[in-house]
């Protein structure tokens, strides 16, 4: 995934292209790179570099080098053409006339780029996105508009782009179709960009484009078009969050910022949702008859949604009695799933915009599934292909890691769960008050949990030096397990592993032995028998075991785990709510101890818009 943005207006735009990449560059950061309108050579000025922006900025002296007041800028996740200063975007056109800013895939690049080099077009990069820029000059006869929407009939893929014609150096255009791009409006300028943290401090009025759009943006406004190139009225929303939402507020990393936000999360996510004692869901299309109708329930997501996916099938089976499947989004696509009108497709996706999750979208509805989504970015594309969507409010979500995402994601799940239950007289009146009262005191139990902090982060300075780490639980505390070992991995690139501990005898445990750190994860009071008996069987092999578990456990836990980290004790269901704050936390601490790059984890991207 990656990061476009670009600006005409009455000021300098280097510097305005360069602050919107800072705000973009959790998208991507292997390189990065702006074109801006030269009108005393009437040229395209290009200046690119690979590295973290701050590379790029040094060079331009933070944009005061380069003159002029109308560009386009990109910060990249490789995906064709490994990172370098030649394959960084903008790409140009071979004569100079177009530069192309893009997020996305152009699947048939190579047959087009072949079509080019046959007439004679030269190539300087490895890239995809190099052939929409020759294409656009190939078809170019001094009509800008039409050279783009005559590509736009050949390239196929995912693309958002911005592009700069030298001869009309009073307009950008941009286009959208499957990645994220929203459009600003200020006073004498205009902006594009791929989400609203680059251009807030500069507009909050924007309007997010849909697939196929095409926009001309100019000084004095911005004109969109269908993709029959018909004009289309696009609404402007006012965005409303804080400036600093989007900021590190004194924190010395994002994650950590975000992990101890997410008692706020939670109750901006919660609090509006329980009205009178009752979950409440404004405008909540799914009548009871609907969801009475419902004979199965599908969950599909990537990545920790997915995980939240695995926690949701133990608490929605539990409390509406409907089978719940749970699927990989990028799985889902290919298995042929038994899907039909009564499956209620559940899509979960922090940022909105995941690749996998908004084609297996596609695919359920294919299927004739409705689809309900929880999802953080508001006006995201999952979102608006949604028949209901149900926000998480949990404020801009920068970290790669997810945090705050998970967490309100998991409450959301809850609350559906309980209001289904609620319609299915599937709960009793006292549990279901139970519940209800458990999560509206979540976020001060969780404040609970982030004050001992400092507890998870000696254990962290114990165990930081391991290469290899076992996630061991059943049931809620397996899925639990599934999060606290990817945070684990992605932020410290230690190999560590989610295992159903029943599954451990039955090979895996070979791989136990002396000082191999096992997390054993026992907050699930049912089985927390069960939980023990795994920490006695790894015990016995060599492990040094790390246990997580309820308030009123410890001491039991403690006579036979190495070390023992608490969480409150609650419902069952809100267990993983707050168990995952102190592997959040140990995953936080073991990557700083190991001198990583906490928000910005080398190979990945916050929001997944590739295949
Ligand atoms: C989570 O820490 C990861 N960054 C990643 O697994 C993420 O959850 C996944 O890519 C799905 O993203 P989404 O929720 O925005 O769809």
């Not at 997020?103 to 046959?118: D, H, V």
């Not at 008692?263 to 799914?286: K, M, Q, W």
């Not at 890691?401 to 319609?423: E, H, N, P, S």
Request: glycine share 8%.
């Amino acid at each position: 995934m990656c990061g476009i943005v670009g600006f005409i207006g009455e000021e300098q735009a280097a510097p305005i292209l360069l602050d919107g990449l800072a705000r973009l560059e959790y998208r991507g950061y292997d390189s990065a790179g702006v074109a801006v309108y030269d009108r005393e050579n009437n040229a395209l000025s290009v200046h690119k570099a690979k590295g973290r922006l701050k590379v790029l900025s040094d060079l331009l002296q933070g944009g005061a080098a380069v003159e002029g007041t109308i560009g386009i800028g990109h910060t990249r996740w490789a995906t064709h053409g490994a990172p370098s200063d030649v394959n960084s975007h903008p790409q140009v056109s071979q004569r100079g006339k177009i530069a192309v800013v893009h997020n996305g895939i152009i699947e048939n690049y190579a047959e087009l780029k072949a079509f080019l080099l046959a007439n004679g077009v030269e190539f300087r990069s490895e890239t995809d996105t190099e052939v929409i820029a020759q294409l656009i000059e190939y078809f170019y006869r001094g009509d800008i508009l039409t050279a783009v929407n005559r590509v736009l009939h050949r390239i196929q893929g995912a693309y958002a782009l911005g592009i700069l014609c030298v001869d009309t150096p009073d307009q950008l255009i941009a286009v959208r179709k499957d990645s994220p791009l929203i459009l600003g409006y200020g006073d004498g300028c205009s902006f594009l960009a791929s989400d609203v943290t680059a251009i807030i401090r500069h507009t909050r009025e924007i309007s997010y484009m849909e697939d196929g759009e095409v926009a001309v943006l100019t000084r004095t406004g911005i004109q969109c078009y269908d993709h029959l190139m018909q004009p289309v009225q696009k609404e402007v929303v006012r965005v409303d969050w804080e400036i600093d939402a989007a900021e590190k507020g004194g924190y010395e990393h994002f994650m950590f910022k975000e992990i101890m936000e997410q008692p706020d999360a939670l109750r901006r996510c919660i609090s509006p949702r329980i009205r009178d004692g009752e979950v409440f869901f404004e405008d909540f299309v799914f009548d009871a008859d609907y969801i009475r109708n419902i004979d199965r329930i599908f969950i599909v997501a990537c990545g920790s949604s997915y995980h939240v996916g695995m926690v949701g099938k133990y608490t929605l089976e539990r409390l509406t009695r409907k089978p719940v499947e749970v699927s990989l989004a990028s799985e889902f696509r290919y298995m042929d799933p038994i899907i039909d009108e009564r499956t209620l497709v559940v899509v979960i996706s922090q940022s909105g915009e995941t690749l996998d999750t908004m084609a297996a979208l596609r695919e359920a509805r294919r299927l004739g599934a409705k689809i309900l989504s929880i999802v953080n970015v508001v006006g995201s594309s999952i979102a608006r292909e949604s028949d209901q969507v149900l926000y998480t409010w949990a404020g801009p979500e920068i970290a790669v890691a997810t945090t705050k995402g998970y967490t309100t994601q998991l409450a959301m799940v809850d609350l559906l769960g309980l209001y289904f239950a609620r319609v299915l007289g599937t709960i009793q009146p006292e549990e279901y008050r139970e519940v209800l009262t458990g999560l509206s005191e979540l976020p001060e139990k969780m404040e609970r949990v982030l004050q001992d902090r400092d507890g998870v982060q000696y254990l962290a300075s114990q165990y930081f030096n391991h290469r290899s780490i076992f996630f061991v639980g059943r049931n809620l505390d397996y899925a639990l397990g599934l999060e606290g070992s990817l945070k684990l991995k992605e932020i410290s690139y230690i190999h560590s592993e989610a295992y159903a501990s029943g599954e451990l005898k039955h090979g895996t445990i070979s791989l136990i032995e002396d000082g191999t750190l096992v997390v054993a994860l026992g907050t699930y009071g049912k089985l927390f028998e069960k939980a023990m008996s795994n920490v006695v069987e790894v015990k016995s092999r060599g492990a040094d075991v790390l246990a997580l578990t309820t308030e009123s456990r410890r001491e039991e836990m403690a006579r036979t785990a190495n070390a023992v980290i608490t969480i409150p004790d609650v419902s069952d269901i809100l267990l993983p709510s707050l168990g995952v704050v102190p592997l959040q936390l140990f995953a936080y601490y073991v990557a700083l101890m190991n001198g990583c790059d906490i928000d910005k984890p080398r190979n990945l991207a916050k929001s997944v818009t590739v295949e």
